[in-house]
């Protein structure tokens, strides 16, 4: 019985970021009924397809889960443990936004049977939660993160950094409240100007100019010491944890595991196939009324592609990549041998025996090494 993770996307918000390129939505209404069953029958449609699994993880992402009515996360979460069988205490993960309202939702949510709250907090700065959008306070965000380490027993929280005007004595400040809040796991996110995003606008109309890239390079440096020096190093290019308190279900993503993905927008990642749901949520309903399923998109991936997509996300983990074990997997080198030798050379990568990752230098300029080993 191999493992399966399970994400369930809610695309709904209060408002739009101006950063974010999620799959979001503002909507007056929402039938919560209506979205419960149709979540039901999508979650019905890939445990069908995914039979005799052991479900390791769910996570609840968005838009904004913590919008859900706590019956429709337990509704989803019995489904989703009858259909596969737990790996024992399962981890179950709602991401939260940090206003009050949703925070009194947190006992409500844990009852539910979520363990772990992800916390968008983003920064601990008033004037820059304006700049980013957000429709909390700083003393909004504290007292959620309260909230949400009173109610479950995993805690981790977001911060966005390398904003314009940024510094290392003031993110050095922030890094050090952040570790002293006492939540073993942080996403710490350097701030990027996606397309499509009301940001991309901005900078296009000059109306604000991005950090520059030798300034967001100290941060991130700065960043990699801080929190290896207190016990919640980076395994991942953005995400830190002390030992054992990892994010079991994003280790599946960067480890190249099977996840089903249900709702507006999700992907997934089955039996070779990747999957891909209907975004808008009319459409997205549309179509499970009339095919049982969000499906707007199957595509078998071939072994080269699958072969690159493990490697892409492989080297994001600190732990790096077993590449004989992947060669294996995939029946085909995964890596330039030579190129990977000359970037080791340059110290942008480490190799023991089969296993190869980036060093921190390497973190930096990731996407150019991966156009250069990918065999």
Known sequence: MSDLALYVHWPFCVSKCPYCDFNSHVRESIDQDVWRESLLADLAHEAALLPDRRLTSIFFGG??????????VEAVIRAATDKWAPAGEIEITLEANPNSTEAARFEDLASAGVNRISLGLQSFDDGKLAFLGRAHSAAEGLHALAAAQDAVPRVSFDLIYALPGDDEAEWSRDLDQAIGLGTEHLSLYQLTIEPGTRFATDVAKLRFEPLDAERSASLFELTQQRTAETGIPAYEISNHAKAGAESRHNLTYWRYGD???????????????????????????????????????EEALTTEEAAHEALVMGLRLAEGVDTAALAARFDRAVVDERAAAKLEGYGLLWR????????????????SILAEIAA
Do not use: C, Q
Not at 66 to 72: E, K
Not at 262 to 273: D, E, N, S, T, V
Not at 277 to 286: A, D, G, I, M
């Open 259 to 297: 996840y089903a993905g249900i709702g507006p927008g999700a992907h997934g990642r089955r039996l070779g196939m990747r999957t891909v749901r209907h975004k808008k949520p009319e459409n997205f309903l549309n179509a499970v009324a009339r095919n049982g399923s969000g499906l707007v998109e």
């Open 63 to 72: 838009g904004t889960p913590s919008l859900m009515d706590p019956s429709t």
């Open 352 to 367: 023991n025996e089969n296993w190869l990752g980036t060093t921190e230098e390497g973190r930096l300029v990731l996407d």
